[in-house]
């Protein structure tokens, strides 16, 4: 569960990234958060395992504190996944060195151990056959399956997706969209950044609109497609569902 | 052209490299030393790092080595004193004045590993010592290769400044030789030859381990 209670974060102590942020997200839940560039959903993301921190207000991630200093915030951060736009895969490494690096150096398993569990997480997202490569040789779609791969092989209990498809081809976008609802289906708690309103009206338990810095508006999956409340939610929506 | 006076003091001349490559390397190894030290604070958010080592590096960057050689032997026995050995005082300047650039390398290497790859590792709940061993350093290092190795070339030419303050490098025996048998054409071809040959070969046995490592990994 993660419990966010007024949270406020500024850039350089000038520009207001999020205002008054207060949002609980249950366990098992998938909430998907959209909203016009520079809206503060990515820096919201980010405050929930601490990549970031926020100057005002208070975020627990299971009933752990993100910003108490006694927190062990890289034990914190290695029981929540992060995907992103731009794949961030570590370019020196093969798929499968990219998956274990974490579970190997951070949970101390032995490589055996960390290459039986990456094995059988490409077979899941399906690229079982790119194992051995770098991610230079990968498709988008490919490199982002193998991110999300790298982040299951922690067995986080939550999973930040930031911007996960908008780096992607067209025709990719399916391929990495099956792979998280399958995800958010077998209960993990999510929470999405996301455009594709195709997997937020399938998906998600709730959506939340957010511009500004500020949460507009929420709603769960029909409502908030068939009357928005506000006006901004609206116009956003109209532009983006042709 | 007459190439005896080549064959006839090759071994006085040849046996300078002794002193030339001791310089540089030690050049190499001090300055990337203090390189790798200047650039860290160089890189940190503490001001009382970071100031300092961006004023030293802006300082010996924006001065001819030759003055930091000439300032070091003269200058430093008015201070200390004592006066000082013409191989440490070479030794000394060129580290001191090398580490500015080293730094600048290390620095640009670092910074050239984008901030997400960073975030990846911190998420995935990487420490910052680990993000940087296993992440940020094998790709810094990566990029900052062939920089490196032009650094390195460029040492071991500006080991010949050293005849400033008498040290019997490669090219101050070359010197004394034309001084005694005034055949300049000859020795100065062959001085140049000599140089070029070893850095030339330097940079390519480099290049090639790069490309080998490249493809291993």
């Keep these: 569960m993660i419990k966010i209670k007024g949270v406020s974060l500024w850039y350089d102590k000038k520009f207001k990234a999020l205002d008054n942020i207060t949002e609980t997200i249950q366990r098992g839940q998938t909430v998907v958060i959209c909203g016009p560039s520079g809206s503060g959903k990515s820096s919201l993301l980010r405050c929930i395992n601490g990549l970031e921190r926020s100057q005002e207000g208070k975020i627990f991630v299971d009933g752990v504190s993100v910003q108490d200093p006694e927190t062990d915030i890289h034990k914190l951060r290695s029981d929540i996944g992060m995907v992103f736009q731009h794949f961030e895969l570590y370019p020196h490494m093969t798929a499968m060195q990219n998956i274990t690096l974490a579970p190997i150096r951070v949970r101390h398993k032995s490589k055996r151990e960390a290459e039986e569990k990456a094995m059988e997480l490409l077979e899941r997202v399906e690229i079982p056959e790119q194992a051995f490569k770098y991610p230079e040789e990968l498709s988008g779609g490919q490199k982002q399956r193998v991110a999300i791969a790298r982040a299951m092989a922690m067995e986080p209990k939550t999973m930040l997706f930031d911007e996960s498809t908008s780096a992607l081809d067209p025709e990719m976008i399916k391929e990495v969209l099956d792979v998280m609802i399958n995800l958010a289906r077998e209960g993990i708690t999510m929470v999405v950044v996301t455009h594709e309103m195709g997997f937020a009206r399938e998906v998600a338990d709730e959506i939340i609109f957010m511009d500004e810095g500020r949460i507009i508006e929420r709603g769960a999956d029909h409502s908030f497609f068939d009357n928005p409340k506000s006006e901004r939610t609206r116009q956003f929506l109209s532009r983006i569902l042709i | ?217």
Excluded at chain 2, 29 to 49: C, H, K, Q, T, Y
Excluded at chain 2, 156 to 175: C, H, K, M, P, W
């Design chain 2, 1 to 217: 052209m007459d190439l005896s006076v080549i064959s006839i003091n090759f071994k006085f001349m040849i046996g300078g490299l002794a002193l030339t490559f001791e310089l540089a390397l030690m050049t190499m190894v001090g300055g990337l030393l203090i390189g790798v030290i200047l650039s860290i604070a160089r890189l940190s958010p503490r001001p009382w790092l970071y100031y300092p080592a961006t004023a030293y590096i802006h300082f010996f960057r924006g001065l001819p080595l030759i003055l930091v050689i000439f300032w070091l032997y003269f200058l430093s026995p008015v201070i200390t004193g004592r006066p000082i050995g013409a191989f440490p005082a070479a030794v000394i300047s060129f580290i001191v004045f090398e580490a500015a650039y080293f730094a600048e390398i290390i620095r640009a290497g670092v910074q050239s590993v984008s901030h997400g790859q960073a975030m990846a590792a911190y998420s995935s709940g990487l420490t910052f010592y680990q993000t940087t061993r296993y992440v940020i350093l094998p790709q810094a290092l990566h990029n900052m290769v062939p920089a490196l190795v032009n650094q390195a070339v460029i040492i071991f030419q500006d080991t010949s400044l050293a005849y400033v303050i008498g040290l019997r490098e490669f090219l101050r025996r070359v010197n004394l030789v034309d001084a005694r048998e005034a055949r300049s054409v000859e020795l100065y071809l062959f001085a140049g030859l000599v140089y070029f040959t070893i850095c030339s070969a330097g940079s390519l046995a480099i290049h090639r381990l790069e490309k080998r490592r490249a493809r291993s990994c």
